[in-house]
């Protein structure tokens, strides 16, 4: 896997600063990063791919600009987990914490998926979309 890592993908794992753009912009930026790193997935979208209002269920639309991950109670996360029928799928969500009284609950929202036909591959897509977006 290091060989994996090497040149292309070091190149396209230099940080980026989603800040200001959409959902749909940065898609587009890490698609285009991936292609030219010789690690390119089968494809990558928004989750919520249907733009359907109900975001608590489908995700943030890509309208949406991207989450702000500040503070150790809003944040990005990255996950790897094999895929329904094929494949292995990499997903950010963006999850933030609500304060109820003095209790509170976690609320996770997909914002995007990215799907690899190996396991290698998905490992390697996520440690450079990870770096990337500094989610790691």
């Known amino acids: 896997m290091s060989e994996l890592l090497e040149r292309p993908a070091l190149q396209a794992s230099t940080p980026f600063h989603p800040a200001g753009k959409t959902i749909r912009q940065v898609v587009g930026h890490i698609e285009c990063a991936l292609r030219q790193s010789e690690i390119e997935p089968e494809w990558i979208d928004a989750a919520n791919l249907v733009n359907d209002p109900n975001e608590d269920y489908f ?28 494949g292995w799928m ?22 995007l998926r990215i799907k690899t ?16 977006l500094d989610i790691d």
């Open 59 to 86: 995700g943030l639309v890509d309208t949406r600009d991207w989450p702000d991950d500040g503070g150790p109670r809003r944040r990005l996360v990255l996950s790897v987990a094999r895929g329904y029928s094929e």
């Open 90 to 111: 990499i997903q950010i969500d963006f999850m933030q914490f609500f304060e109820v009284e003095e209790a509170g609950h976690w609320k996770s929202q997909p914002v």
């Open 117 to 132: 036909l190996s396991r290698t591959q998905a490992w390697a897509v996520a440690a450079v979309v990870s770096r990337m």
